[in-house]
T-cell receptor, first 112, second 113 residues
């Protein structure tokens, strides 16, 4: 079945540092890929998405590129802020519907 | 524009009891999906409702059931609660079954004691 693997956290960075959170997937067909963010005590918010190979999703300074050859969708940001502290989830949706398969999440902590 | 709303926000139940959680989708959305998020883990898909019918189901036992009403709102019912059912239950809505843009509510935190 479909699965998503993320790097384990927590990831602790200083403000303005470069962020990479690795995500790889296993899926049949051609899934859409997503990054969701969850702030403390809240539900999930869609951060960015990509629907086909080589697409780059971007939002709020975050970006991720759909790499079919390496089955990866790594999240990057050039300069993190304290307000980026949250849990980040990589997810996929196959073409049979919009059921989402999530990774285990990566907690990001940004220190001033 | 109201987003996805869930009620209640928190709930404590005793093992063996039954619970009903409620979800109102984002305005204009007709598809509702439910997810279970155990502490420290990613959400797991429970099922999806569209046109008042269950369309997809994840790997959850029959103790988990649901319903969708004509106004697209939805309920999640869990019978014979187990301690392991303690989790954050998330509702997500979208427009159409194949639309990949899902919007999530803030969730219901269920604690089974």
């Amino acid at each position: 079945g479909d699965s998503v693997t993320q790097m384990e956290g927590p990831v602790t960075l200083s403000e303005e540092a470069f962020l990479t959170i690795n995500c790889t997937y296993t899926a049949t067909g051609y899934p859409s890929l997503f990054w969701y963010v969850q702030y403390p005590g809240e539900g999930l918010q869609l951060l960015l998405k990509a629907t086909k190979a080589d697409d780059k999703g971007s939002n709020k300074g975050f970006e991720a590129t759909y790499r079919k050859e390496t089955t990866s969708f790594h999240l990057e940001k050039g300069s993190v802020q304290v307000s980026d502290s949250a849990v980040y989830f990589c997810a996929l949706s196959n073409n049979a519907g919009n059921m989402l398969t999530f990774g285990g999440g990566t907690r990001l902590m940004v220190k001033p | 524009d109201a987003g996805v709303t869930q009620s209640p926000t928190h709930l404590i139940k005793t093992r063996g009891q039954q619970v009903t959680l409620r979800c109102s989708p984002k305005s204009g959305h007709d598809t509702v999906s439910w997810y279970q998020q155990a502490l420290g883990q990613g959400p797991q898909f429970i099922f999806q409702y569209y046109e008042e019918e269950e369309r997809q189901r994840g790997n959850f036992p029959d103790r988990f059931s649901g319903h969708q009403f004509p106004n697209y709102s939805s309920e999640l019912n869990v019978n014979a609660l187990l301690l392991g059912d303690s989790a954050l239950y998330l509702c997500a809505s979208s427009l159409g079954q194949l639309n990949t843009e899902a919007f999530f509510g803030q969730g219901t935190r269920l604690t089974v004691v």
